[in-house]
């Protein structure tokens, strides 16, 4: 239970830390990111300035306006004569690359050997274009890099119309390969990566340490606690042994009034119920403390079935129940020409475990049932194997066999009643400890629910079932229907294969 605790401690640390670290990386990125691009924008808009200003304008004769009959100022841009200076520039550590078009979107001049086809769009604030794969070759020579990867096909772009008054002269179009970008990125992405994993690791470490000094004052608690329980156990079984032996020898007197012999037979029955709420008490206190070593041996769960029948009949037969065990016949196993070997037919319902735990589990089981199940009810306990699948693989050889346990999953105990049934949110809770399905009936043996019988329980039958279960490394399983009875399934492991 504390080692559980202490996990969910320790990942719920982890988990937090992971969160925030995600949040942080993300921000953090995207803001490098960000910075990144708005710098080579930056760096894109001032060569788009710096190219601008070298622009040689040049004045060019116009007709005249029959409207106003005066020439129009007309100019145009000497190609030639801009960027003849300018091709070294493009040419640089930047790898920023030029293109000039005509007003009607002609490509004029540029420093690639071929025009890269792309639509032109007047963007001043820059814009992310992703070339085809034609332009793969035009993009890897804007790179000093011999093995360029397909981020390179990717360009950052800055477009700006050129004007004169109201006359558009050209449009200028500067370029920067994408990988300027993503190169820094990776390689934050990567340490991000790492430093993160690293943090997380350190994280899990310190809060698996920081989960044991948290959780070592519960632990010393409930210590104290479970010793305190056995040790109050322990020393009420003589006091309540001695008292119900008084009683005992008083109500076999022969001339005892006959109030005072009903009321020792009142006192003598809280006793013994008494007596049994203590011993669940010490059973438990002991289980969990690992106090008591349980002797397992080789168990045949049929013939603990049968006593414990044979035990519970009377009560069966005093509440007009009807009581019955049904122990399924092996399945038939796929191998060719051999028969159940004389040791399986012996051994075949036999488990590992304890046996006084399991007679336990399994007289708190059938009395249980008997308690919730009204008069004229059934009561049937089933013994069978959940087998693996439905079909195992035939040998290879004709006096081949697999062994038998290897084709089960588990051997079943289900005790099934049609009893007054458990609702639906209470099944989640009936191992608890002195948990009632109705918290308002008191716990006293004249509360009986419907249909019960003899000494009321304590809230324990169910949570010894439990702990026995848990320590026979078993499972349980509960359905339930209202007023219409109750399915328990106890799975214990097949024996291990000699």
């Known amino acids: 239970m504390f080692q559980a605790t202490r996990r969910r401690l320790a990942s719920w640390y982890t988990a937090v830390t992971a969160v925030l670290l995600v949040l942080f990386a993300s921000g953090f990125y995207l803001y490098v990111r960000n910075t990144l691009i708005d710098r080579i924008d930056d760096t894109l808009n001032h060569v788009v300035e710096v190219i601008e200003r070298s622009l040689v304008i040049e004045p060019v004769n116009s007709p005249i306006s029959p409207s106003s009959a005066m020439r129009v ?46 639509p032109l769009h007047t963007h001043r604030n820059g814009e992310t274009v992703r070339l085809t794969d034609h332009h793969w070759s035009l993009i890897t020579q804007l790179s ?67 989960s044991e ?89 049929d013939a603990l079935l049968m006593e414990v029948i044979e035990e519970q009949s009377a009560n069966a037969e005093a509440a007009d129940i009807s009581l019955s065990l049904n122990l399924v016949d092996p399945p038939s196993l796929w191998w060719a020409g051999d028969t159940l070997p004389p040791e399986t037919e012996t051994d075949w319902f036999t488990v590992e475990g304890d046996r006084h735990q399991l007679v336990r589990l399994l007289i708190n089981l059938v009395s249980n049932s008997l308690r919730y199940t009204p008069r004229g009810g059934e009561v049937s306990l089933t013994l069978q194997y959940l087998p693996k699948n439905k079909r195992s693989p035939r040998p290879t050889h004709s006096r081949e066999y697999y062994h038998w346990q290897e084709q089960f999953e588990g051997l079943q105990v289900i005790v099934k009643d049609n009893g007054i049934g458990i609702p639906p949110e209470a099944i989640p809770h009936i191992f608890d ?39 026979h490394r078993g499972k349980i399983d509960v359905e339930s229907q209202i007023n219409q009875g109750t399915t328990v399934t106890v799975t214990f492991p097949v024996p291990p294969t000699n």
């Open 144 to 210: 000093a890099d011999p093995n360029p990867t397909s981020q390179k096909m990717v360009l950052r772009q800055v477009t700006d119309r050129v004007e004169r008054g109201r006359q558009v002269l050209g449009y200028l179009r500067v370029s920067h390969p994408w990988f300027e970008v993503t190169k820094p990125i990776r390689q934050l992405l990567t340490d991000l990566a790492m430093g993160g994993a690293m943090i997380l690791i350190s994280v899990a470490a310190i809060g698996w340490f920081l």
């Open 213 to 301: 000094l948290a959780i070592e004052p519960v632990r010393e608690s409930y210590q104290h606690l479970k010793q305190f329980t056995a040790d109050a156990s322990h020393e009420l079984r003589s006091p309540i042994a001695t008292i119900q032996t008084n009683v005992q020898v008083a109500l076999a007197e022969p001339d005892l009034n006959a109030d005072i012999h009903q009321q020792l037979q009142v006192i003598e029955r809280l006793t013994r119920r008494l007596g049994r709420l203590v011993d669940d008490l010490l059973f438990l206190a002991r289980t969990d403390g690992k106090i008591v070593e349980s002797q397992f041996t080789s168990v045949p769960l």
């Open 73 to 118: 100022a007309l100019y145009q841009v000497n190609v030639e004569a801009s960027f003849r200076n300018n091709v070294d520039a493009a040419a640089d550590d930047d790898h920023i690359d030029l293109e000039w078009f005509s007003p009607t979107g002609e490509l004029l001049w540029s420093t690639l050997s071929e025009p890269l086809d792309i």
């Open 433 to 471: 400890r002195f948990y009632r399905v109705d918290p308002a009936r008191p716990h006293v043996e004249t509360a009986q629910p419907p249909g019960g019988r003899g000494i009321a329980g304590s809230g324990l039958g169910l949570a010894i079932v439990s702990a026995i279960v848990e320590n």
